[in-house]
T-cell receptor, first 113, second 114 residues
Framework: AQSVAQPEDQVNVAEGNPLTVKCTYS??????LFWYVQYPNRGLQFLLK????DNLVKGSYGFEAEFNKSQTSFHLKKPSALVSDSALYFC???????????WGAGTKLIIKP | EPEVTQTPSHQVTQMGQEVILRCVPI?????FYWYRQILGQKVEFLVS????????KSEIFDDQFSVERPDGSNFTLKIRSTKLEDSAMYFC????????????FGPGTRLTVL
């Protein structure tokens, strides 16, 4: 069965430090992977996606993600965290049979000043 | 970034009442989706819609739910007789075409069933 796992419910990082939000996936066929961010009382905003090509994908707000096929991971990263990055982050993989997105449970990112 | 809009932002209803959640998709985006997110839980797929018919639906999307594009532009989700457990955020999403195109999400409608 296709699935996405975000092993951390919450990640705490000091402002200015690098951050990583973890995601692993299980999918049949080629993985199409996405990161979305949800700010309080807001909808889901697209951050970045991996389709093919370079394993390091750059997205909005200075975020990037690294696709690792052998580890079936797609971790979200940012070199220097901002307090405004505090939000809920969701990893998703596309179901290749019907194009729907399969979601991780989300990781709450808290950036402390 | 393309924008999907949803109305209302918050809907409060009594159990057993019908609700209609509305979505204005991105122009020329052909694929439509509804997802829901119960408070504190993960996002769940409800239904996908293309070419004026349902492409796929989850087990959540039972006979109480229906979708349509009544005027060829707006995309609606109707819950015929709401239950307490229908309380959630409902997100509309839109995708341009085939392949791994990005799904763009609306801001959501918070449905509260009393």
């Amino acid at each position: 069965a296709q699935s996405v796992a975000q092993p951390e419910d919450q990640v705490n990082v000091a402002e200015g430090n690098p951050l990583t939000v973890k995601c692993t996936y299980s999918v049949s066929g080629n993985p199409y992977l996405f990161w979305y961010v949800q700010y309080p009382n807001r909808g889901l905003q697209f951050l970045l996606k991996y389709i093919t090509g370079d394993n390091l994908v750059k997205g909005s707000y200075g975020f990037e993600a690294e696709f690792n096929k052998s580890q079936t991971s797609f971790h979200l990263k940012k070199p220097s965290a901002l307090v405004s990055d505090s939000a809920l982050y969701f990893c998703a993989v596309r179901d290749n049979s019907n194009y729907q997105l399969i979601w991780g449970a989300g990781t709450k990112l808290i950036i402390k000043p | 970034e393309p924008e999907v809009t949803q109305t209302p932002s918050h809907q409060v209803t009594q159990m057993g009442q019908e609700v209609i959640l509305r979505c204005v998709p991105i122009s020329n985006h052909l694929y439509f989706y509804w997802y829901r997110q119960i408070l504190g839980q993960k996002v769940e797929f409800l239904v996908s819609f293309y070419n004026n018919e349902i492409s796929e639906k989850s087990e959540i999307f039972d006979d109480q739910f229906s979708v349509e594009r009544p005027d060829g532009s707006n995309f609606t989700l109707k819950i015929r007789s709401t239950k307490l457990e229908d309380s959630a955020m409902y997100f509309c999403a839109n995708r341009a075409g085939q392949g791994p195109d990005t799904q763009y999400f609306g801001p959501g409608t918070r449905l509260t069933v009393l």
